[in-house]
């Protein structure tokens, strides 16, 4: 908030699966990047320290499994608080998973639709695609709050056909579910991994802008129980905060 302030030092969160070389790596680009490193935690357990889980630390153990879906990578991380010591008791994920595999799939719905109309090659077109790209996203984050949406997007190839399709929730969540499936399955894989259950899990910390998806919190609901999913905290800045 304060102009001008020159910022000198830095805490900076990594991924759970990372490394002691991985993390020496990231303590030393900030190092060249001109910040005294104070510390270096793991983005589960920054999520956690955002969610208040620290403050809530009794002498009783939580077990927390962090469910991270942010556009380009999904993560998993099972963590031990107790008495405001964090422990990792497992992580699973596919860095090649996230958001954009949702983006691509209505892009693709809206090529067909323009195939349709006449344009089957938009995707060479920069101009096109990058319309089309932005009108997926845009459907997919509005389809978080809404049942269907309207998608309008004018003038595209050498035609000029306009795109004004409808794209309903109940249809991209048929698109989705197996990429959502996939996660679930990977969730349950590091429970197993770490000789759990899921009658284990306390709670279930959404994070990541992809876990707005209302389908996400149905499946994890289904798996591990809706009384134990927190989503109170805004999942794109719990890491941040």
């Known amino acids: 908030e304060r102009s001008h302030e020159p910022i000198t030092r830095a805490v900076i969160t990594v991924p759970a699966y990372f490394g002691e070389r991985q ?11 001109g910040f005294h490193v104070m510390r ?10 955002a969610y208040g889980l620290a403050r809530e630390a009794t002498d009783a153990a ?9 556009g380009g990578t999904f993560d998993i991380s099972i963590i031990m608080l107790m008495q405001g010591a964090f422990t990792v008791l497992g992580s699973e994920g596919d860095n090649m998973l996230g958001g954009d ?6 892009i693709d719905r809206l090529y067909v639709t323009a195939a349709e109309l006449g344009e089957p090659h938009l995707a060479s077109d920069k101009t096109a695609a990058e319309k089309i790209r932005a009108a997926a996203e845009a459907a997919k984050i509005g389809l978080s709050g809404q049942l269907a949406t309207d998608v309008i997007v004018p003038a595209l190839g050498a035609s000029k056909i306009d795109i004004d399709t409808e794209i309903t929730r109940v249809e991209l969540e048929d698109l989705v579910r197996p ?3 996939k996660t679930i399955s990977l969730a ?13 899990i306390d709670q279930v910390l959404l994070v990541g802008g992809s876990t707005s998806i209302p389908l996400v919190s149905e499946m994890l609901g289904a798996a591990f129980g809706e009384d134990k999913l927190r989503n ?5 800045h719990c890491v941040a905060l």
């Open 23 to 33: 993390v020496a790596a990231t303590r030393e680009a900030g190092r060249m990047a």
């Open 101 to 106: 595999d949702f983006d691509r799939l209505l």
């Open 40 to 49: 270096i935690i793991n983005e589960p357990t920054s999520a956690a320290l």
């Open 188 to 200: 349950q894989k590091a429970l197993s991994d770490g000789h759990l259950t899921a009658s284990d």
């Open 179 to 181: 990429f959502l499936e």
């Open 62 to 70: 939580t077990t927390v499994l962090v469910y991270d879906l942010g």
């Open 232 to 236: 109170d905290v805004h999942p794109m």
